[in-house]
């Protein structure tokens, strides 16, 4: 089995950044795209990131594109997103996700479906 573990979520004012970390452990392939997602309350989750499993090839929803950042660090089996000009329509819950796939190609890359693990989730809370 694999665990992804989120963590970095928090308060914070407009116009801050946030870095969040997952961390995975367990049976882990060597390699696996990994993506972020988020929900909102009453909304559904929806697709944030993507990441392939070289770090190379990345893929951003449009209303995230120029203010978040994913990486990964292979070593370490840890992927963040770096969350730069924060509003407050960012906040959300916001959940790491593993795919047995070396990359989850843009088009698809938001069918929830494709992902094979999820963390249980960070909260992050933008204040205006």
């Known amino acids: 089995q694999v665990q992804l573990v989120e963590s970095g979520g928090g308060l914070m004012q407009a116009g801050g950044s946030l870095r969040l970390s997952c961390a995975a452990s367990?049976?882990?392939?060597?390699?696996?795209?990994m993506a972020w997602f988020r929900q909102a309350p009453g909304k559904e989750r929806e697709f944030v990131t993507v990441?392939?499993?070289?770090?190379?090839?990345?893929y951003y929803a449009d209303s995230v594109k120029g203010r978040f950042t994913i990486s990964r660090d292979i070593a370490k089996n840890t992927v963040y997103l770096q969350m730069n000009s924060l509003q407050p329509e960012d906040t959300a819950v916001y959940y790491c996700?593993?795919?047995?796939?070396?990359?989850?190609?843009?088009?698809?890359?938001?069918?929830?479906?494709?992902?094979?693990?999820w963390g249980q989730g960070t909260q992050v809370t933008v204040s205006s």
């Open positions: 990441i392939s499993w070289s770090g190379d090839n990345t």
């Open positions: 996700a593993m795919s047995n796939r070396r990359m989850v190609a843009a088009p698809t890359a938001g069918i929830m479906g494709l992902y094979d693990y």
């Open positions: 367990g049976r882990t392939r060597s390699s696996y795209a």
